[in-house]
């Protein structure tokens, strides 16, 4: 099933969505404590991101986590 949208607090499942394609929507929140919303998210890539049934590439995940983040710690520009 896909999700419209999924807003996410944690650094690792924002990450582990990132690595595995899919877009960041919009970034709210005060900076250490940033909401991620991704968009079209298929359900069953967060059932197996918390039941650890999924392969990624670890250079992938890292470099998302990195980027996940550098964005966490910027200031948001208002829109």
Do not use: C, W
Request: proline share 3%; net charge neutral.
């Amino acid at each position: 099933m896909k999700i419209d949208e999924v807003t996410v607090t944690d650094a690792h499942l924002a990450a582990f969505l990132l690595a595995r394609g899919h877009k960041i929507g919009r970034i709210s929140g005060a900076a250490g404590r940033r909401e991620f919303v991704f968009t079209d998210v298929v359900s069953d890539v967060l059932v197996a991101f918390y039941g650890g049934d999924d392969q990624i590439s670890a250079r992938a995940l890292l470099d998302a986590l990195k980027n996940i983040k550098g964005l966490a710690a910027q200031p948001l520009v208002p829109a």
